[in-house]
């Protein structure tokens, strides 16, 4: 009598087998040619978005003659160092450095207290038209800034705060970009489990305790992206202390820079040369930044 040998059903969620076959390969074929795509893509993009800085250092390099040249020269020969210190030397950029450092250190702590206290008490705290209080501080970015230029400066004006930096850091603090830096907070610090609050709480923990003992030090992913969107924002404001500052020995750089440019002539090579000087800084702060800011832009966004 022969005995007849049956495989054993498969189990359900056991591994299958990879399948072969000259379908297999040529599927695998086709997403290494696909990878290699996007890749060589994401490098032509890269390039383009590099371009304006490599010609900006190219022509911080080069005489105004080698700048205008056509065909366009690429590479400076020879290379115009003195551009940086003629830069140096027509405008106190020093000076201007100060100044602008010094709006940083006040702009960029405020800013970074006030949006978080508001993010705080929208998304931990309960009280009677919370939501409603979101809703309008939300609609407030629909609101164009040209809309309140002449009422504020006029308010500045009676104040007697023109050419002062009262305009520049009082309303940065308390005002504009607010409303969205307060949006990325408060959908950082609801991702946070309430739990750690309830039992917060329960040991008789106050929501100023709480506020800066448990929700700021497991927000720092969303703190140094707004610290950063602030740093930037304040270091290439232009716009503000034009229409606020007169005295030149309170310019800012971003002010400065448009200094180099007169009515009749235009040192090019220096004001290309201030520039990357300027430039160079956002670029350090940035690169040493960007896994936070990444971080923080996809864990805001998580929940709410």
């Not at 940086?84 to 100060?98: D, E, K």
Request: proline letters at 8%.
């Amino acid at each position: 009598m022969s005995t007849v040998t049956s495989t054993p059903p498969a189990r359900a969620g056991a591994p299958r087998s990879a399948p072969t076959g000259p379908q297999d390969e040529a599927h695998r074929r086709m997403r290494r040619i696909g990878r290699i795509v996007v890749h060589v893509l994401l490098a032509l993009g890269g390039l383009a978005s590099l371009a304006p800085f490599l010609w900006l250092v190219r022509s911080a390099l080069m005489t105004d003659e080698q700048m205008f040249a056509f065909p366009p020269e690429w590479w400076p020969s020879p290379v115009a160092w003195g551009n940086f210190s003629g830069a140096l030397q027509t405008q106190p950029l020093g000076l201007y450095l100060l100044n602008t450092l010094l709006l940083e250190v006040i702009v960029v702590p405020g800013v970074l207290l006030s949006t978080s206290l508001a993010a705080f008490s929208l998304a931990r705290m309960r009280w009677p038209g919370r939501r409603i209080v979101f809703a309008a501080l939300m609609s407030s970015l629909l609101l164009p800034g040209a809309a309140t230029l002449i009422p504020t400066f006029v308010l500045w004006q009676q104040l007697g705060a023109l050419n002062t930096y009262f305009p520049l850091t009082v309303p940065a603090i308390l005002g504009a970009g607010g409303a969205f830096n307060i949006f990325l907070l408060r959908q950082f610090f609801l991702t946070i489990p309430n739990d750690l609050d309830d039992a917060a709480y329960l040991d008789g923990a106050s929501p100023l305790y709480v506020y800066s003992r448990i929700v700021l030090p497991l927000s720092k992913p969303a703190l140094i992206l707004v610290g950063v969107f602030t740093f930037m924002a304040t270091w290439n404001d232009l716009f503000n202390p034009l229409i606020y500052i007169s005295d030149s020995s309170k310019y800012t750089l971003a002010l400065g820079l448009a200094s180099f440019q007169s009515l009749y002539s235009t040192e090019w090579g220096f004001l290309m040369a201030a520039s990357l000087m300027v430039v160079a800084p956002v670029i350090v702060v940035f690169f040493f930044a960007q896994r936070y800011i990444l971080e923080g832009v996809v864990l805001s966004g998580m929940k709410g």
